[in-house]
């Protein structure tokens, strides 16, 4: 029994090659035919070539202009996050699951899926140390942010104190990371500022730099 | 002669890509990468233009060599 997806993939791949062969049999012919027709189908594939690489080209620079426009809200959904755990912490005398759980379930995705697995992890795994747990959940969900390295160790920083001490220290340290993930947010909004517009366009240049040196 | 035309396009055109390539980086204020940039396209046409002179050269030495 097939999944649906790789099937079509497969389906979809097939038609391209099908697709791909009956091009080149097409332009054979052509040039059996004639010269001139048979040069207009090499041109046309060339076309079509170019055009993909400038889109891909566009698209790259659409991506790299969107990371840079997640990370700071993102960052701020993380400081968000955090305020509550210390709140949940301090006043609510929350277990450390329970309260990655709420929190995971309030924020929004890219940070809630974060606290969410790290939830589930700590809930599976007892015995485990608390940094060991949340260190893997970094590691892991990671990739799904548009977050870099600074923040990732001030986060990493945190999971040595999460449910170890008592809450005053924790608090302490709760509102030493947040201070860090502000300098952090405030970068990232003049990063994004200054390099937003220059990735837009500069992703289609290159593209069209790539089609003109192998046009 | 058709050959020469597309070639020299191409060359206009890699100008005209750097030239822009280059405004945009030292607008945001990426200046080394934008000289680097617009060096690479240097080197970039003058592979191009060495290649087209040695056939230039071979071509005269066909002619007045007799090889």
């Known amino acids: ?215 | 002669m058709n050959v020469d035309v597309n070639a020299i396009f191409q060359i206009a055109g890699i100008g005209i890509i750097i030239a822009m390539i280059h405004t945009v980086l030292k607008q945001m204020g990426k200046e080394d990468m934008a000289h680097w940039v617009t060096v690479i396209g240097f080197v970039v046409v003058l592979f191009m233009v060495v290649n087209m002179l040695d056939n230039l050269f071979k071509e005269i030495k066909t002619i007045f060599l007799f090889q």
Not at chain 1, 77 to 104: C, H, K, N, S
Not at chain 1, 109 to 129: C, I, M, Y
């Open chain 1, 1 to 215: 029994m097939r999944t649906p997806g790789p099937s079509s993939r497969a389906g979809s791949l097939g038609e391209e090659a099908d697709e791909q062969a009956e091009g080149a049999a097409d332009s054979r012919a052509r040039m059996q035919t004639g010269k001139g027709r048979g040069y207009g189908g090499a041109a046309m594939l060339k076309l079509i070539g170019a055009a993909l690489v400038l889109l891909s080209g566009a698209l790259f620079g659409y991506f790299q202009a969107g990371q840079l426009a997640a990370r700071p809200r993102q960052l701020n959904d993380l400081i968000r996050a955090l305020q509550r755990l210390e709140t949940e912490i301090v006043y609510g005398f929350t277990p450390l699951p329970e309260a990655l759980e709420r929190i995971g379930a309030a924020s929004p995705d890219p940070v809630g899926q974060l606290f969410r697995s790290a939830a589930a992890k700590l809930a599976e795994s007892r015995g485990r140390p608390v940094h060991q747990i949340w260190q893997d959940t970094l590691s892991q969900g990671w990739r799904h942010t548009a977050m870099k390295l600074p923040e990732r160790e001030a986060l990493r920083q945190l999971g040595f104190t999460l449910g170890l001490s008592d809450r005053e220290d924790q608090a302490k340290h709760l509102k030493l990371c947040m201070l860090q993930l502000e300098a952090e947010e405030r970068l990232a909004r003049d990063e994004q500022g200054k390099y937003e517009r220059m990735w837009r366009s500069l992703g289609l240049l290159l593209g069209a730099l790539v089609v003109i040196l192998m046009y």
